[in-house]
């Protein structure tokens, strides 16, 4: 009975659509018994899901009357935000930490994550952007405060986003307006992977879009999750007026 993605108020009508592409933990019971074999302290940590960001992304959806699609299985399984041909596409070593699950990973069990987990997530994530002709799509994710080996990343809260920049600028500067929040572009990360969830579905038909990274120790609990989804979702939407999208 295993699913590899929820969705969340399929019937809501707004224009917009809320995506969790990291936003599980799960080792589904048909890749290695239901085990990586990393201890629970590893799994419940950012290299296993985008910890904070369900929580964040069902409160937003709600606010926004929106519809949702969360991934059901660990980034470390297969990781949905990367293109199939992506060397990251399945980790063996993450921040430090050697995955024992996947050392033995060959192309045809990489296949088989790819048939049970991620193209069926993705199918889904594509029928409900096609819903509507004027989707946006806002893809929720989180981010560790400090790597190893790394110093403290100062961000509250950083936007990814590509050549496609109608919904960012506009939505940057409305959070920069935030007296409490260092504001982060394009960080922690680049905004742009050749072959990922927004290129895909964003990027491929022109739809506006934004990529969240929400530092995860601000979104531990569930009241912090909810007060974030909050806070988004009118500047969200102020930002889109502005933006004329």
């Given amino acids: 009975m295993y699913q590899p993605y929820e969705i969340e108020g399929a019937d809501r009508p707004a224009r917009w659509l809320v995506t969790c592409d990291h936003a599980a933990n799960t080792v589904p019971p048909f890749v290695n018994g239901g085990t990586l074999d990393l201890p629970e302290a ?12 369900a929580g964040v992304t069902r ?15 660990s980034r470390l399984v297969i990781d949905p935000n990367r293109g199939e041909d992506d060397p990251t596409l399945l980790m063996k070593l993450y921040d430090g930490t050697i995955i024992p699950g996947n ?11 790819l048939n049970r987990c991620y193209r069926p ?10 819903r509507r002709d004027d989707t946006v799509i806002v893809s929720v994710h989180s ?17 990814l986003y590509a050549a496609d920049e109608r919904l960012s600028r506009p939505l940057s500067a409305r959070l920069k307006r935030e007296t409490d929040l260092c504001v982060g572009e394009n960080e922690p990360y680049g905004g742009h992977l050749p072959g990922d969830a ?21 979104i531990e609990e569930v009241e912090d999750q909810i007060a974030w989804a909050t806070r988004l979702a009118p500047i969200l939407i102020e930002a889109a007026e502005t933006a004329g999208v």
Wanted: hydrophobic share 45%; glycine share 4%; aromatic share 6%.
């Fill in 42 to 53: 590893d799994m419940n940590r950012h290299i296993a899901y985008d910890v904070g960001a």
């Fill in 143 to 159: 981010f560790t405060r400090q790597l190893k080996g790394h110093p403290p990343r100062p961000w509250h809260i950083g936007l």
């Fill in 121 to 130: 997530y993705h199918t889904a994530l594509a029928e409900l952007a096609a």
């Fill in 59 to 73: 409160a937003l959806a709600k606010a926004l009357d929106a519809p949702a699609i969360l991934t059901n299985f």
């Fill in 198 to 218: 927004i290129a895909r579905h964003a990027i491929a038909y022109e739809r506006p879009n934004i990529l969240i990274e929400i530092r995860n120790d601000l």
């Fill in 103 to 113: 050392r033995h990973a060959d192309e045809t069990e990489i296949q088989r994550r």
